[in-house]
């Protein structure tokens, strides 16, 4: 929320310069984000006022206007704004001024004409985002007076984080209770003023639903100009604090809800259609908002309505049929509270965040509709004119929120705490956080304010003590007993060992999103449901991830769009399982890679230029296995996923208990979702990435014996099958298994391959003969021609 420093002023005295201000909200609990004064830095700016302006002779949306500075000659100034017209006072830019942007004002001539100096748009001194004219001044400005003084352009705006708990906080006024609270200061601000009704006129009003409205407000105004000019003074509040400003009557209406936190709403009361009902939702009904889209709610949303049907959702937006405009002579004006529970997630079903609905869903003060009322109408009044009648107000008292008293120890105040406080000082900080406090046997009987709706436990007191006190009251002290992290266990790796490992292999680490867009998560997993958020931040980030993959995917085809070519990512993070109804969290660590194997170099070998593939990233998983102590405890096995290439995927085992998926995304996935290359993704449980200690293992004194054999097996046997057998009946005997060479072509038949293999046998005791190698060679040739139906290629 953004306060203006010198609104702030008008509401409390402020001891402190802004900065220090900033400092001391950011330390009672409303953290400061930024500090900026209300425009970027200009010079050489003046108020001037246009004498005359004629037609450009040589361009027909030119003028050349004389214009005053109050001092000397009037300057002749080429302006090619459309509201530029004799009599309005104006920006003017001398030669020589200094606009953001670093743009300096220099005598030019344009289109034969002479120009010293720009009259200037609010745009180009900072003051907006876009402008369709040159600044409009009211009539009563000084003439020659500098432009960022007459219009206090170096008062400082501080950008406050307001927790969600804290909606009292979210207006000028709440801001200065907290100010009143923290420098013992008193709360002033414009003295309130009772509707004076010049009319008997009414508008009637039905709770249908109270408790979730218990209390409306309504005011019935009429022969209001709603073209009549915003003043300045208003359109500058409202722009520092983050506002354009639209009308009269929409103006006021956020000035309100800014200056007191009471969200309002102005209804043309042409349009209204018999008597207004507040009442929850039909099945089936639907109303169009001011913004122009139509929404359906459900029973458990409030309505505004009237004869016709819906006018407003409760708390976040009104209806587009009601709405004022330019024409609007009478009006309704709607004050009303509505319970958080009332509004709370509702905006959030159709995508909406609206000031209304974030002040409602927090809490408004339910004691302030009168004063806001009175407020808007004297704005409003003043402004646009117009007679209003009599304050009416529909209150339900049973339903309306009553502030239960909440006991605050002694004893638990200084646990908690670390220090002790006297008791006057804690009376005073609470009571200058207006709660009513009443001394008990114990410590004290406190009551908040009405506007305070997270006060209900004695822990929010004591914050509260704390925060206004002052943290830095509180002395540091020593621990009890000292405090020591456990050691972790040598069989679990830690974060950073892994990640290192794959980070040597050229990956880097990643962090997105746990929740992810639902429609390419259904792509890759059709099969697997995701758990829906209830209230997701966006429409494409509104499942939780069942897979690092859906995060790691949009992070390549996001880098691809930026001409990155080789992009290799690893991510470390937790997906979410649904089983039963129940869902499981699985630590996890997920990588990506595509593009060229290695990075572009001129002596590279053309092989090292091609694609990354499966293989490539088998090998990135096999080192990090090797380096965990366990490489061969873990296996590849040929396995079907239906978001990979069905001839490039495989599962991943440890001792034969799957952890894991390696392969290359499916080619109709690549194309559909326009990828450059064919990623090649894996994913692992942490759980099974445990480290295997080294074992001491004699080294023998004796000689090795290496055997070579050519097996000829079927295609679809895989390697790791192979090896398996030879180890098994080799025994202990085998020390070392190496694949030289893999053959297909002439002598091998049709679906079938040669595979070479080395095989090192070596004894601890003894020096093995010819005799022992051959019969352990000729023993597996036996076994694999009997299990995998092998032959010896000679």
Same mark, same amino acid.
């Given at each position: ?95 020589g001024a200094e606009l953001p942007g670093n743009l300096t004002i220099k005598q030019a001539r344009l289109r ?143 000035y309100v809800m800014l200056e007191l936190g009471q969200p309002m709403h102005a209804y043309d009361l042409a ?9 929850? +939702?039909? &099945? =089936? ?11 359906? /709610?459900? %029973?458990? *949303?409030? #309505? ?17 049929r009601t709405a004022v405009s330019a024409d609007t002579t009478d009006v309704f004006l709607e004050v009303a ?48 004119? +117009?007679? &209003? =009648? ?11 929120? /009553?502030? %239960?008293? *909440?006991? #605050? ?101 990643? *962090? ?283």
């Amino acid at each position: 929320m953004k306060v203006p420093y010198s609104w702030l002023t008008e509401w409390v005295r402020v001891p402190w310069a802004a900065a220090e201000l900033g400092e001391r909200l950011t330390m009672a609990g409303l953290e400061l984000e930024s500090i900026e004064p209300a425009a970027p830095a200009f010079c050489g700016v003046v108020v001037a006022q246009i004498l005359s302006a004629e037609k450009h002779p040589q361009a027909d949306k030119l003028q050349v206007c004389r214009v005053s500075m109050g001092q000397g000659e009037p300057v002749q100034i080429v302006c090619g704004a459309s509201n530029a017209r004799p009599g309005l006072k104006t920006a003017l830019a001398v030669v020589g001024a200094e606009l953001p942007g670093n743009l300096t004002i220099k005598q030019a001539r344009l289109r034969g004409v002479e120009s010293h100096g720009m009259l200037c748009s609010a745009k180009e001194l900072g003051l907006a985002d876009t402008s369709s004219g040159i600044v409009e001044l009211p009539a009563d400005a000084p003439v020659g007076r500098p432009v960022r003084e007459y219009l206090r352009l170096d008062d400082m705006v501080l950008d406050l984080n307001i927790t969600p708990n804290r909606g009292d906080a979210m207006s000028v006024l709440g801001i200065a209770r907290e100010v009143a609270a923290l420098s013992g200061e008193a709360v002033t601000g414009p003295e309130r003023r009772p509707v004076a009704a010049a009319l008997h006129d009414t508008f009637a009003v039905h709770l249908d639903a109270p408790a979730g409205c218990p209390k409306f407000a309504g005011c019935v105004l009429r022969g209001v100009d709603n073209r009549a000019p915003t003043p300045a003074w208003m359109r500058e509040r409202l722009r520092r604090a983050g506002l354009r400003s639209i009308s009269p009557l929409v103006d006021v209406t956020n000035y309100v809800m800014l200056e007191l936190g009471q969200p309002m709403h102005a209804y043309d009361l042409a349009r209204l259609d018999g008597q207004i009902h507040v009442r929850q +939702g039909r &099945a =089936g009904e639907t109303i169009t908002l001011l913004d122009g889209r139509s929404v359906e /709610v459900q %029973p458990d *949303v409030l #309505l505004i309505t009237d004869r016709s049907g819906p006018v407003g959702i409760a708390g976040i937006m009104g209806g587009e049929r009601t709405a004022v405009s330019a024409d609007t002579t009478d009006v309704f004006l709607e004050v009303a509270y509505f319970s958080p529970d009332a509004v709370i997630g509702r905006a959030m079903r159709w995508g909406l965040t609206t000031d209304a609905s974030q002040r409602f869903e927090r809490g408004v003060d339910p004691s302030q509709q009168e004063r806001a009322m009175e407020r808007a109408v004297e704005l409003i009044q003043a402004i646009a004119g +117009g007679e &209003a =009648g009599p304050l009416e107000v529909s209150r339900v008292d049973a339903q309306m929120p /009553v502030r %239960p008293a *909440v006991s #605050l120890r002694r004893k638990q105040l200084t646990r908690l705490l670390g220090a002790r406080f006297e008791e006057a000082r804690v009376q005073a900080a609470l009571e200058g956080l207006q709660m009513r406090v009443e001394p008990s046997s114990e410590g004290w009987s406190v009551t908040a304010p009405a506007h305070r709706f997270d006060i209900s436990i004695e822990a929010d007191l004591i914050e509260e003590v704390a925060r206004i006190i002052g943290y830095g009251a509180i002395a540091e002290g020593d621990a009890l007993a000292s405090e020591h992290f456990r050691a972790l266990p040598e069989s679990i790796p830690e974060e950073r060992g892994l990640l290192e490992t794959l980070a040597v292999r050229g990956y880097q680490e990643a *962090v997105t999103y746990a929740f992810v867009d639902p429609q390419l998560q259904s792509r890759l997993f059709p099969d697997r449901g995701g758990l829906a958020l209830a209230n997701p931040i966006a429409s494409d980030l509104s499942v939780m991830r069942v897979s690092l993959w859906p995060g790691l995917v949009k992070a390549v085809l996001d880098n691809q769009r930026r001409q990155q070519e080789r992009i290799r990512m690893i991510e470390h993070g937790a997906r979410f399982e649904s089983t039963d109804g129940a869902t499981r969290e699985v630590d996890t660590l997920a990588g990506i890679a595509c593009g060229p194997r290695m990075p572009e170099q001129w002596a590279l070998p053309r092989e090292m230029r091609e694609a990354t593939d499966f293989f490539d990233v088998k090998g990135d998983l096999e080192a990090l296995f090797a380096a965990l102590g366990a490489q061969s405890a873990f296996t590849f096995e040929t396995a079907m996923l239906p978001c990979l290439h069905p001839g490039r995927c495989a599962r991943v085992l440890r001792y034969g208990r799957p952890i894991g998926w390696l392969g290359e995304l499916h080619p109709s996935l690549v194309k559909e979702l326009d990828s450059v290359h064919a990623p090649v993704l894996f994913e692992l449980d942490v759980e099974a990435l445990t480290i295997t200690r080294p074992a001491y293992r004699e080294i023998s004194r004796l000689p090795q014996v290496r055997r070579d054999l050519a097996v000829v097996v079927d295609e679809s046997v895989p390697l790791s099958r192979l090896a398996e057998r030879v180890t098994l009946v080799a025994s202990s005997l085998l020390r070392d298994l190496r694949v030289f060479d893999v053959y297909r072509g002439p002598g091998i038949e049709a679906g079938r391959k040669s595979i070479a293999l080395g095989l090192i046998f070596q004894d601890i005791s003894r020096t093995l003969t010819d005799e022992d190698v051959g019969r352990l060679v000729s023993d597996v040739v036996t076994d694999l021609r009997t299990s995998l139906n092998a032959s010896i290629r000679e």
